[in-house]
């Protein structure tokens, strides 16, 4: 059985082996962010151009817009979504590949294979997302329904419940994140339709519990080290209070910004590479063994700079 480690290694690895696919999704990441802020931006275009002339009016196009930037921004999101399932749909057998092979899959294959899952990935990513979907707003509406009980009759049995109702939805959130991602490897490298990769992905999930959450967690603290570097840099750059030094500071930041998707969009693909592998272990296909180390002391020794005539048994 793999271990989450050696799954998390596995992941690691083919993200690192394979660059381009971390490159293409942190460009996707941010032509989506990118794509989404585009009807806020004209919209605040228009009303900077009509407040010139006239502000109530520039007001009143802003309040007939509203829908019209909300429709745009929802456009944007399913735009970002379907391109991102087409990119799995591509990404993931090359990932479950290297896996598999333990090196670097031929070259050119990720058209081939996009055009071949990319139906399957859209369902089974609807299917997760609409879930996640679902779960949030059950949770939301239930929390917001027991914030006024919680106001006009506080108790101590109102309150366990409403923390219980908290709990599970963060618990909930997780689980459903993994049952999502195990539904799209199952779909994308295994070839399933989306009631069996929604099935399979359940049982891998309840079978190998323990060690999804594992391999969760660590990429999650791998995530919080990058947002805390990245904080840490763009703290150093001047203060909002500085007119000058903010406009100086314009080039550092998007630098940082840049290299901080690059970080994530890497560590977003070696955590589906990750599970990748444990979906591909549970098949029979990946070798768990490691492979054992040599003794320390064998390495140390050749490691010295030692003369091949001199003979180290001789020495005292």
Do not use: Y
């Amino acid at each position: 059985m793999l271990r989450a480690n050696h799954a998390v290694r596995l992941g690691l690895r083919a993200a690192s082996r394979n660059p381009e696919l971390a490159f293409g999704k942190a460009l996707l990441d941010e032509g989506g962010s990118l794509l989404a802020l585009l009807p806020v931006g004209l919209a605040a275009l228009l009303f900077l151009g009509a407040a010139r002339r006239n502000l109530v009016q520039a007001l009143l196009a802003t309040l007939a817009l509203g829908w019209t930037a909300a429709c745009g921004m929802a456009v944007a999101l399913v735009i970002a979504f379907t391109v991102s399932m087409l990119f799995w749909a591509g990404a993931v057998p090359v990932l479950a590949a290297d896996a598999e092979l333990g090196r670097r899959p031929p070259a050119g294959n990720f058209l081939l294979l996009l055009s071949r899952g990319a139906a399957r990935v859209m369902a089974a990513g609807l299917l997760g997302f609409c879930l996640s979907l679902l779960v949030a707003l059950s949770c939301g509406v239930a929390l917001t329904a027991a914030a006024p009980l919680l106001i006009m009759r506080p108790s101590v049995l109102l309150f366990c419940l409403v923390a219980l109702a908290g709990a599970g939805a963060v618990l909930g959130s997780v689980l459903l994140d993994l049952l999502a991602r195990l539904t799209l490897v199952r779909a994308a490298a295994f070839g399933d339709g989306v009631t069996a990769a929604f099935g399979k992905a359940a049982s891998l999930l309840a079978a190998r519990l323990g060690g999804c959450l594992l391999i969760t967690g660590a990429f999650l603290l791998l995530e919080l080290i990058a947002a805390t570097v990245a904080g840490m840099l763009t703290g150093l750059l001047p203060g909002f209070l500085d007119p000058k030094g903010q406009l100086m500071a314009l080039g550092p930041r998007l630098a940082v910004s840049l290299a901080a998707a690059a970080v994530f969009a890497w560590l977003e693909v070696a955590r589906m590479g990750a599970l990748a592998a444990l979906a591909a272990d549970a098949e029979g296909l990946i070798d768990s063994r490691e492979p054992e180390s040599p003794p320390i002391a064998e390495v140390v020794v050749e490691a010295l700079p030692v003369d091949d005539s001199l003979n180290l048994s001789e020495l005292p």
